[in-house]
């Protein structure tokens, strides 16, 4: 099996940055892909990005487009999302997911960032 663990998570201010890291433990040899997804209070959980194993290639929901950046240690199984330029509607549980062949897909337990003044 594969396990992720998501850190980083807090209160910042408008404008403000964060970096969340998670890290994968278990079966990280059959990841692929590793992204990062939030859920806001009453909203569906949405993509915000993705980065694949080989190569590094990423991909970002629009919203977070020029401001948001994952990237990925393969040595270490962790992923990275850093956050700048943060704003209230970023407000939501971040969840760090895997993607894997024999496992499916795999979640983290998510950790809160929340945009405020």
């Known amino acids: 099996q594969v396990q992720l663990v998501e850190s980083g998570g807090g209160l910042v201010q408008p404008g403000g940055s964060l970096r969340l890291s998670c890290v994968a433990a278990?079966?990280?040899?059959?990841?692929?892909?590793l992204g990062w997804f939030r859920q806001a209070p009453g909203k569906q959980r949405e993509l915000v990005g993705t980065i694949s194993r080989i190569g590094g290639m990423t991909n970002y929901a629009d919203s977070v487009k020029g401001r948001f950046t994952i990237s990925r240690d393969n040595s270490k199984n962790e992923v990275y999302l850093q956050m700048n330029s943060l704003k209230p509607e970023d407000t939501a549980v971040y969840y760090c997911?895997?993607?894997?062949?024999?496992?499916?897909?795999?979640w983290g337990q998510g950790t809160q960032v929340t945009v405020s003044s």
């Open positions: 278990g079966s990280t040899f059959d990841i692929d892909r």
């Open positions: 997911n895997a993607q894997t062949t024999l496992f499916g897909s795999i």
